[in-house]
């Protein structure tokens, strides 16, 4: 049985919004430690276990996943797509949080399994919300704003 904590893991480019997420989580009482990837890839590897990330003990699967979409190397999307073709990560909820507000990108999200789409900046409201898909992470949930 393992002892780590849950964490969450953030998907995030921009040291600004990364500031923002770790604040917002403070204000809404997230106290799951949070590991940040910068781009498509690296959540990629991260989630697989590849490189510097192989050690699960420091580098566990995530109980919730925060995802923007405009990433660099590979976007949001793409990283929404992997993630369906890996049958043991289907079951971590993902939270796009992006600076886009196009409804094409709140229903392709929708399509490739995103459970929820918030438009930044993050609110303690936003991450209250996207903390309880983890009590309904085996429900059908919908995209809300």
């Known amino acids: ?3 780590t904590k849950p964490v969450i893991l953030l998907a995030e480019d921009d040291e600004n919004d990364v500031f923002f997420m770790k604040r917002a ?4 009482s997230v106290d799951f430690p949070l590991h940040v990837v910068k781009d498509g ?9 590849a490189g510097k990330f192989s050690d699960r ?3 566990p ?7 923007d979409l405009k990433m660099p190397f ?8 992997w993630i369906n073709t890996q049958p043991s990560l289907k079951s971590i909820p993902v939270v796009v949080l992006t600076s886009s507000s196009e409804e094409r990108d709140r229903q392709k999200a929708a399509q490739f399994g995103a459970k929820s789409y918030f438009v930044k ?3 303690p409201d936003m991450l209250q919300q996207a903390m309880g898909l983890l009590n309904s992470s085996h429900e059908n949930t919908t995209i809300s704003s």
Do not use: C, R, W
């Open 61 to 67: 699967l995530p109980v919730l996943i925060l995802l």
């Open 1 to 3: 049985m393992s002892t």
């Open 74 to 81: 590979l976007n949001g999307f793409d990283v929404l797509a």
């Open 41 to 49: 890839q690296e959540a990629l590897d991260y989630l697989s276990g």
């Open 57 to 59: 003990h420091q580098h």
């Open 25 to 28: 989580l403070q204000k809404a």
């Open 121 to 123: 900046p993050p609110t």
